[in-house]
């Protein structure tokens, strides 16, 4: 649903205040409103939108934010203490901040996509769970012969709390299952069946369901550039300082 922002909602006049560096800290607010600072002094250059290139930006910023009326939206500014003013110069800022990185980070996107894949990349399986080796080794043996299904011999036997989910699990980052579960996994191909492997206390069967890889596309990539542009704001307050005691 397009939304017509040409009609200003009704806003009352609230005193604006400022508050010394003293205040922000006694309130665990400096750091914050330091990396806002850098944030401007970053994009000062950007130049406003022209008129359709803002509605863009509004009605994009709505949908994102699953607000599909005015009505809504004129709560969430009330909520937030905005006026419609102040809204469209807030939804302005996050554009521009997020160009400032496209323009001036991107360079490091794919190094730093690399890094994160673990933590990207989704896993769904199946696991179930047993105190003793030859039960896991007989429980593996009928569902690979085909005796029982996963899901049966998991529901059944499995002494974790995946038996509740009929063993299966996920989908989940790769990197929260057990460290020695998402190294068989990553390898694994769909449907590949472990046999026993001995996990802590337990004797575990796994079996890889899908591996959702995580592209450099959209969403994603827009996340990443603005963690960039997190690692940014932080080098940049410690070089400032540093600086200062110098």
């Given amino acids: 649903m397009a939304i017509h922002w040409l009609n200003p909602l009704d806003q009352a006049n609230i005193p604006q205040s400022s508050f010394s560096s003293q205040q922000l800290e006694s309130w665990g607010m400096l750091h914050q409103a330091q990396r806002e600072a850098v944030i401007d002094q970053c994009i000062q250059c950007i130049p406003s939108p022209p008129a359709n290139q803002l509605k863009v930006m509004l009605d994009e910023w ?3 934010q699953r607000i599909d009326s005015p009505q809504k939206l004129h709560r969430w500014q009330q909520q937030q203490g905005f006026t419609s003013q102040q809204w469209e110069q807030f939804v302005v800022r996050r554009n521009h901040w997020l160009l400032w990185c496209q323009q001036n980070l991107e360079d490091k996107l ?16 199946s696991l179930l769970r047993v105190k003793e080796k030859h039960l896991a080794n007989e429980l593996h043996l009928r569902i ?4 029982a299904s996963f899901e049966e011999v998991a529901e059944a036997f499995s002494e974790g709390r995946e038996r509740r989910q009929k063993g299966r699990l996920g989908p989940v980052p790769l990197s929260q299952p057990h460290p020695m579960l998402a190294k068989l996994l990553r390898v694994s191909t769909p ?6 492997k001995q ?5 575990v069967v ?3 369901e899908e591996l959702h890889c995580a592209e450099l596309t959209g969403s994603l990539k827009q996340q990443l550039l603005l963690e960039l542009g997190d690692q940014h704001l932080e080098e940049q307050l410690i070089a400032a300082k540093t600086k200062g005691r110098a």
Avoid at 199 to 203: C, G, H, K, V, Y
């Fill in 199 to 203: 996990l802590e206390n337990w004797w």
């Fill in 144 to 147: 690979k012969e085909g005796e």
């Fill in 191 to 196: 449907k590949q069946l472990w046999p026993p």
């Fill in 110 to 125: 794919n190094s730093h996509y690399l890094k994160r894949k673990n933590q990207l990349d989704q896993v769904s399986y």
């Fill in 206 to 208: 796994v079996r890889l």
């Fill in 62 to 64: 709505c949908q994102q």
